[in-house]
Every structure is written in C-alpha cells, then in structure tokens.
C-alpha cells in the first residue's frame, strides 16, 4: 500500500529498487545488498554494508502495525547497536512511524523497562564538552532542564533494517551521553564523530508497553522468563540462560569457566575461582516474591577494605522477565534485603544526603566495593576485581545505594527483607545464621583467647579456694558495614 510520501530510486551499490515510505526517513537498509542507503537533497548514496542482524526478541517487528493512544504507527525500522569499548553485548532501537502526522519516534526496551525518545532542538548555550561529563554529574540543557548523566561512551551501529531518520555510517564511532530527569524524563546526547556527523539532541520518556496496541491483538510486553540451556564451552556443563537478550557474561557453576555470550553461544575466556561456599538461594531456582515471578540467576561475593578489615557481605541476581527485569537480594550477617533499579534521575544526592519521592536520606559510608568471587549469568561483563565506588544513604524506609564506575552510574533502593519470606519465596529452609562478614580471622582468634582466659580464670578460682570468682564481658568493637547490591 502506497502513502504521499513514496519516494522510489534505485539503489547506489546494487542497482535493486528503493522506496522510501515515511517523509521523515534519511536511510534504508537495501534488502539485497545490505548496504545503509542515505538519502541527500541531490541523489542516495551507500555510506556502508551493515553486518547480519543479531537475535534479539522483540514484538515491534519491522511492519508491525498499531496504534499508540488514538495514532496509528508503524514500525519501519530498527537498528543494533554495540559499545565500541566493550563490544559483543549489543542493543536495539526501534524506529516507529506516524504516517497521519508524519513524527516518528525510537523506541528501546533495557532491562525491564521500555523508553521513547524523538529528536529535540539542541540547547541554544550548545551542548557541554562530552570530555567533561561524568556519571552521576548533573547537565542542565537550556530549553529542557535538568538531567544526571547516566552512561557517557562511545558507540557504533552494527546492523539495521528497514529505514530510519538518520542513522551513523556502519563502524563508525561516535560518544553519545545517556541522561535522566526527575520525573521519568530519559533521554540521549549524540555527539557524533567530532568530524562530519554532527550532535543530536534526543529526548523522551520512559513509557508503559500497554500504551501501544498492535493491530494484531499481541501484548506489546514481552513474555515471562523461560530458562533455556547453553554448554559451557570448557567442561560442557548445562548452563541456564533466562535473558538471551541482555545476557553478557556467563561463569560457569561447575568448573568457573567465564564466558562471552555472542550470538547464542559462549566463548571462552578463562576460569575463576570459584565462591568458597554454595548461595543459599541456588542458581536456577524459581521463586514468587512480592507477586512477582522471580528467577536466580546469579550469585556474586564483594567485599570492601575499612580501616585495615575486610568486609564481605553476598548478592544474588534475579531476574523476572522482560515486564519485571533485574533485582537483586543482598545478604549480610544474615540480614537481607531486597534491591530494586531506580533512575538515577529520581534520586538528588546533596553533600551529605539525597531525596527522594520527597523524603531525605542521610548519608551512613562510603567505599570501594569490588568483585571476589562470581558464579553464573549477567546483564554485564563482570569480571573479579572489579571495583564501583559504592555510596549508601539511610532512610527511615530502607536504603539508597548509589554505585558510580568509570562510564556509568546506577541507583537502587533498599528495603529489609525477612529471612522467612525469602525463604517462603523459594520454598527454601530458613537460611543458617551467618557470622560476621568482617576480620573473620582477628574475631575467630579474639574469641579463642576469651576462652583460654576464663579457663584460666576458672582455675584459679578452683586453686585459690573462697576467692570470689571474675567475669570477663568480651565486646566487639565497631561493626561492620552493609552495602546495597547490583550494578
């Protein structure tokens, strides 16, 4: 079916027709050569030859039809995306069309959450040096407001289909900043490459995946979690996948063997020790928690150094599918609690405290957390050693945990969690008591001569008849820290 906006030529490499649909398209995938087509004032030109598309689930199809609110759409495109400085966990942006009105917008789905953004008018000030954003800094954009920077790095499309606005010459690198606001506000600064492919300003919001109904009568959300298997490449164990689409990184339960997850299969980058002890919560189970349907994925031992003690409290990955996405539960001296993502953008941190939904959090540490030990499945490439500078605010509530790495920040909310609903969630037995996460070796030994003296004590009690006998109240000082899990 033909709309006004038909726009038809040849293709520049290989010479096979080209129509472009949607006014506001500037490139098209060709369907025979793979080549990204730009459109010009003059004539269409190939500006590179995209790679094979990588599987990555989606509802929004390139063709599907529907309405967003009372506006029929169309997806007309898409594009992948990979980090140029850690490549192999690569995304996707879908481009949706309004042919009444002729606007379009891109929509994303990350880690549970969907978001739409549309091109904006850069600030008239220009927009700040992408060298001088940091994560977890805030960006005010003249005409916009203000925004916390989420991630600042450097990109580059690998594959595509179907036709865009605009879209970067495949390989090309360019830095682009993730920002967002206080009100569900997301957004996207393209940098460009610095030489011919200028800044763009993209700004929208985080959306719910009911608002779009697809003519077809299919949810738009995706389906529950279901657990599939890899092989682990080292020792062929059978590994659960839950999230072919975010997964990154896989460490072998059996043998610590971390893998790359690239296009369905792992590869091989080397063994880890492995946790010294089994998690409570095994890798695998499956658990309802708060009305949510949750499944173990992964298991990580951190720790931090106070004072010349170390500290090391546990976490555990779950994840609940596409409508529900990562949490995480952290485990302490057998206190646990119940970690949930927040936008970096809900939480204001000020000196000393941080806000939040209207109510203040005071500032409890401070420190350097970094990984031990690792078994299992992530959205991330996780590796041992790495370290976040990990900050906590206390609330009457729960916690803010605020973990800021070199290129990103991210925010959680804290809430305690009792062992017996932890338990009742995965048909678990109450978790065993845990001893003091902190100086295990100084507090083992500390205890060992508390006992020796009050032998000692005893003794001569028994040796020097009618004396009375002494009492030795044996305190630990301080106490250990407690930290907020995920990354």
Known sequence: MSTPFDRAAACPSC?????????????????????????????????GRVADLVEIP?????????RWGNEPFVVDGRVQLDRAGAPGAPWQEIFIAFPSSGRWTWVAFAQGRWYATSEAP?????LPQWTSLQPGGRVHLEGHGMFTVVEVGRRRVISAEGEMPYV???????????????????????????????P????GRQIDPAELRLDSGAPVDLPAAQVTAVACPNCGGNLPLAAPGTAERIVCRYCGTASDLTKGALVAL????????????????????????VLCIGFVVRGCTVEGERYRWREYLLYGGPSVGYLWLMEEDGAWQLVTPLSPGEVQPMGGTASYKGQTYSLKQRVDAEVEHVIGEFYWKVEIGEAVQATEYQGRDGKISIEQAPTEVSVSFCSPLPSKELAAAFSLCPPPRATPSGG?????????VVIIVLILLIAFSDCGGGGGSGGIIFVPSGGSPSFGGGK
């Open 122 to 126: 850069l600030p008239l000030n220009g």
């Open 168 to 198: 970067a010459p495949p390989g090309v690198v360019t830095g682009f900043v993730d920002i967002a606001g206080p009100r569900g506000e997301f957004g996207t600064i393209d940098y460009g490459d610095g030489r011919g492919i200028p």
């Open 200 to 203: 763009k300003l993209y700004l």
């Open 58 to 66: 989606t509802p929004l199809q390139v063709g599907v039809t529907g």
């Open 15 to 47: 010479g096979a027709p080209i129509t472009f649909r949607f006014a506001g398209a500037m490139a098209q995938v060709c369907k025979h050569c793979k080549f990204v087509v730009a459109r010009t004032d003059r004539d269409l030109r190939a500006i």
């Open 270 to 293: 080397g063994q880890v020790p492995r946790p010294p002890f089994e998690p409570y919560v095994p890798l695998g189970a499956e658990g309802q928690l708060r009305g949510m349907r």
């Open 440 to 448: 295990g070796g100084s507090f083992l030994l500390l205890v060992v």
